[in-house]
């Protein structure tokens, strides 16, 4: 089978690469100036770091420090493998980890290279293939910051109480002012002068919905009240910004449980 290999890289989010692979191609060993995190779908391979060696397979996660010399190959045979990597800035980690863990300054290294941990391993995957989806950039990166928030709580084992926001009244009626528009985690950053992290957390926490959530419920409401003006469902969607029809059919159905033409029809 002939070797794949697709790279996630977009100016909205610099601070990361992902990459899917398909392959039975081996590496020479090296190091990347970035947080890694490596996982197989199918297949396995040897992963060498630190003068250790592990088995890595599915179920796992392979955890790369930023400057840390690895490879990561295949068996005696070169058979192939499918997996999945993610390259992450280490000032963007840096400023996630101080999110979590208010007193640090420099960012905190893994003492562990190989996690089994199946319920993460299934996020990170998940969270991979979203990354190469059309879905919404807000998503993506709330996605990515909920995994890398368990991540850190689970294996950094830092005791620190964490910051909070108390300005959410305002962030949730600047989305519902802005309703027809795609906005980013940065904007609500620089808008309201708050860590993206700490919004992210404290949003979700006093709303029971991710930023991300609770923008999309937005739209769908007024989604509703277009649909019974007589809007078309192709100008509905573009007037509240979804990628195309196809995205704004499958985020109604799965709020309303009914697609926009059914909707349409009964509320004529």
Request: charged share 25%; with cysteine.
């Amino acid at each position: 089978m002939q070797d794949t290999n697709n790279f996630f890289l977009d100016k909205k989010m610099p601070y990361l690469e992902c990459r899917y692979s398909n392959s039975s191609k081996n590496y020479k060993e090296h190091m990347h100036d970035t947080f890694s995190i490596g996982a197989i779908v199918k297949g396995q391979r040897e992963f060498h770091v630190n003068k250790k060696s592990f088995q890595v397979k599915a179920n796992y996660l392979a955890i790369i420090n930023s400057n840390q010399a690895h490879s990561c190959n295949t068996d005696k045979n070169n058979t192939q493998s499918e997996y999945y990597v993610l390259y992450l800035d280490n000032a963007w980690c840096l400023n996630l980890q101080k999110s979590l863990f208010s007193s640090l300054s420099t960012l905190q290294n893994f003492s562990k290279y190989l996690l089994e941990d199946e319920e993460l391993f299934q996020e990170f995957v998940n969270l991979c293939a979203l990354l190469f989806s059309k879905e919404f950039y807000l998503k993506k990166e709330e996605v990515l910051i909920n995994f890398m928030h368990k991540l850190y709580k689970k294996y950094l084992k830092l005791n620190n109480k964490p910051y909070e926001y108390d300005g959410l009244d305002e962030v949730a009626l600047y989305l519902k002012e802005n309703v027809s528009y795609s906005i980013s985690l940065d904007t609500l950053a620089k808008k309201f002068d708050i860590n993206k992290f700490v919004l992210i957390r404290s949003f979700n926490k006093k709303y029971g919905l991710s930023v991300h959530s609770y923008f999309i419920n937005l739209k769908i409401n007024h989604a509703k009240v277009l649909l019974k003006e007589g809007n078309t469902i192709v100008n509905t969607a573009l007037e509240l910004g979804f990628n195309d029809q196809s995205h704004f059919h499958r985020h109604f159905l799965k709020r309303i449980a009914a697609t926009p033409k059914d909707y349409q029809k009964e509320n004529k």
